[in-house]
């Protein structure tokens, strides 16, 4: 009888050693476990428990390695009027020639000045834009679930201004990409033509605060080669 219930409990425990759980791909102390493609030394820091990012120059920094199926959970603030930022997912490991950015999808995070500083024909773009839109980048095709072009814009403008944190909870599983803006699911995307890649976070001219960066990695699934960002040399 012992030996049967220690059975049942090693069973138990293998089975929970496999359940998917939240890890930091940020600890808060140093940059392990990331990677400076194309910006400045000094572009990203550290600071009590928080990644800065300076802005400058427009470029990215990535993961050491790929992810396909993933729960990514991110808080981001702002600190400049208009501030530009955002996320690649899905990316492959350097720049495309002639731009700052790699192949991948880009979950974007604008302050929530950027329409009135951005005007265009003395017209305002609509408030969707300054959060949350899904579009690919590069060689990468998506379908928008709410297109405004080739892009995905948010059904609801959930974002907080300058100074004060914002959360996306990004579900990401088999080329399709879910989004949610501070507790409620706003945006997503499809039919990726790259569904397993690096994920990277984006410097594009404002300074911004990223915190409590975790991932939950899920199972994989049918992925061909063509479907993978090429891994870096």
């Given at each position: 009888m012992k030996r049967f219930g220690a059975?049942?409990?090693?069973?138990?425990l293998l089975v929970a050693a496999d359940v998917p759980a939240f890890r930091d791909l940020f600890n808060g102390k140093d940059l392990e476990g990331w990677v400076n493609v194309n910006t400045a030394a000094d572009t990203w820091q550290v600071e009590n428990g928080m990644l800065v990012c300076t802005g400058h120059p427009i470029g990215v920094m990535r993961t050491v390695r790929q992810y396909e199926n993933f729960v990514l959970h991110v808080e981001w603030?702002?600190?400049?009027?208009?501030?530009?930022?955002?996320?690649?997912?899905w990316s492959g490991p350097r720049a495309n020639p002639g731009s700052p950015f790699p192949d991948g999808v880009e979950v974007q995070m604008l302050e929530l000045e950027w329409p009135e500083l951005h005007k265009q024909d003395g017209k305002t773009p609509p408030l969707a834009y300054v959060h949350g839109e899904l579009f690919?980048?590069?060689?990468?095709?998506?379908t928008p679930d709410n297109p405004r072009g080739v892009r995905s814009m948010s059904i609801e403008n959930r974002c907080k201004g300058r100074g004060e944190w914002n959360t996306y909870d990004v579900v990401a599983v088999d080329g399709v990409i879910k989004l949610s803006v501070n507790g409620k699911f706003v945006n997503g995307i499809s039919h990726t033509s790259q569904k397993k890649g690096y994920i990277c976070m984006e410097s594009e001219g404002a300074k911004i605060y990223f915190r409590n960066i975790r991932i939950m990695e899920l199972p994989p699934g049918v992925t061909t080669a063509g479907q993978s960002a090429p891994e870096a040399n």
């Open positions: 059975a049942i409990l090693m069973a138990g603030m702002h600190t400049e009027p208009g501030g530009n930022s955002g996320m690649f997912l690919g980048v590069g060689s990468v095709k998506t």
